[in-house]
Nanobody
Framework: VQLQASGGGLVQAGGSLRLSCAVSGIIFSVNAMRWYRQAPGNQRELVAGITSGRITNYADSVKGRFTISRDNAKNTVYLQMNSLKPEDTAVYYC???????????WGQGTQVTVSS
């Protein structure tokens, strides 16, 4: 099983990035997919999730700015991040889970840095 996250980088405040997470080795369409982030000194936190039925949820801090989506034909989940703020700086991880809120698999993380 592989979850390959990409799309991170350095962007100025107010800018946008789109993260991708390409998944292989599992039946992608039946898994919920989630994006987490972890900033230095902080605990990992859930940013956004999307169920197999495409129901989405977001952390309050990113509502209205981030959008999670999935393409089952490409086995890929995306996180469109707009109006980025310096406090969005973190390593972003994707995760996949088959049942409930459990995450069975994790990607390696991609760094997002937002400069002020």
């Amino acid at each position: 099983v592989q979850l390959q996250a990409s799309g991170g980088g350095l962007v100025q405040a107010g800018g946008s990035l789109r993260l991708s997470c390409a998944v292989s080795g599992i039946i992608f369409s039946v898994n919920a997919m989630r994006w987490y982030r972890q900033a230095p000194g902080n605990q990992r936190e859930l940013v956004a999730g999307i169920t197999s039925g495409r129901i989405t949820n977001y952390a309050d801090s990113v509502k209205g700015r981030f959008t999670i989506s999935r393409d089952n034909a490409k086995n890929t989940v995306y996180l469109q991040m707009n109006s980025l703020k310096p406090e969005d700086t973190a390593v972003y991880y994707c995760a996949a889970g088959r049942l409930g809120d459990r995450n069975d698999y994790w990607g390696q993380g991609t760094q997002v840095t937002v400069s002020s």
